[in-house]
């Protein structure tokens, strides 16, 4: 559901990444944001609330230039974590071209994890989209951590398609940017077919 605007001979696309709370969404967000060039980013907007907050910024990848003469913005956007702010979930995924799953290494956030895998599938249902046909990749963050799971096993429990994934640490912003190639590359894809 990109947005073309023809006066600034650019494509607009929404990335989602969405995640239980405190998984590591918003790390993700401002690893990427510090580190692209102030010329090609917009300003970060962070909508807080009392437990939660949800960021928004776009930027201007140069490196992945340009379709039919188009240049490509991306605009990326992270969910509440908390099940109580669903309703903005839903809000967020609205005109979604493609989505991180953050998904929390630790041992004890394995039910989290899958409970928001579930929601993040029902949510996208509800706005006429199927999991299995937007552009999808996920992030098992916070590998540093000493009570993570075995890679293997967050695969078969949350990765039974056999989307890109990839281990990360968005703190120190080990495989950060990956994760946002692999998405932007799926995301390219779709909309070089038309899709």
């Known amino acids: 559901m990109s947005f073309i605007n023809y006066m600034a001979r650019e494509i607009n696309c929404k990335i989602v990444y969405y995640g239980p709370g405190l998984c590591g969404k918003t790390t993700n967000l401002q690893y990427i944001y510090e580190r692209t060039n102030p010329d090609a980013k917009g300003k970060m907007i962070s909508l807080a609330t009392d437990t939660d907050r949800t960021l928004f910024f776009d930027f201007l990848p140069l490196s992945l230039g340009e379709i039919r003469g188009f240049k490509t913005r991306f605009h990326l956007y992270t969910v509440p974590g908390q099940v109580f702010y669903d309703a903005s979930r839903k ?4 005109g979604v071209d493609g989505v991180i ?4 290494s630790q041992i004890e956030r394995l039910e989290a994890n899958q409970e928001s895998v579930d929601n993040l599938r029902t949510n996208l249902a509800q706005q006429g989209y199927s999991l299995e046909k937007v552009p999808y990749v996920i992030q098992y963050n916070k590998r540093d951590l000493p009570n993570v799971v075995d890679v293997e096993e967050l695969r078969s429990l949350l990765n039974p ?3 890109p994934d990839y281990e990360a640490k968005a703190r120190t912003g080990e495989g950060v940017f990956d994760t946002l190639k692999a998405v932007s590359k799926l995301v390219l894809t779709e909309l070089k077919r038309g899709g």
Request: charged share 20%; no cysteine; proline share 0%.
């Open 91 to 94: 809000l967020i995924l609205k």
């Open 101 to 104: 799953f953050v998904a929390d």
């Open 161 to 163: 398609m056999g989307v």
